[in-house]
């Protein structure tokens, strides 16, 4: 199994920008595929973004696309979410997910997909 640990949240300005990581232990983090997903208060957990194993393919949720970023340094074993441009609805506890790269990568967006999750950092937006 893989152990996650997500860093890197805090309160920040709307405008603002942070980089967020999640390291990896327990396994070689590169055999898995990744994600981020975020959770509101009194909201469902929503998908972020995602990232291929290999690192080649990247998704995001329509409403950070072109402001968030995806991206893996397996050698370091850790995922990384930089987030630019944040808006007080951004504001959120994100999570970072993993899957071995065994399985089929046909669901990166769906919370199901993934087995492994960490704790939790919580990022706030003040207006």
């Known amino acids: 199994q893989v152990q996650l640990v997500e860093s890197g949240g805090q309160l920040v300005q709307a405008g603002g920008s942070l980089r967020l990581s999640c ?3 327990g396994r070689t983090f590169t055999r898995y595929h990744a994600g981020w997903f975020r959770q509101a208060p009194g909201k469902e957990r929503e998908f972020v973004a995602a990232i291929n194993w290999q690192g080649g393919a990247t998704y995001y949720a329509e409403s ?3 402001r968030f970023t995806i991206s893996r340094d ?3 074993n850790t995922l990384y979410l930089h987030v630019n441009s944040l808006k007080p609805e951004d504001t959120a506890v994100y ?3 993993a899957q071995s790269y065994l399985r089929y ?3 990166p967006r769906e919370r199901a997909y993934y087995d492994y999750w960490g704790q939790g950092t919580q990022v706030t937006v003040s207006s």
């Open 23 to 25: 390291t990896a232990s």
């Open 64 to 66: 950070v696309k072109g």
């Open 74 to 76: 397996n050698a370091e």
């Open 95 to 97: 999570y970072c997910a």
């Open 105 to 107: 990568y046909s669901r």
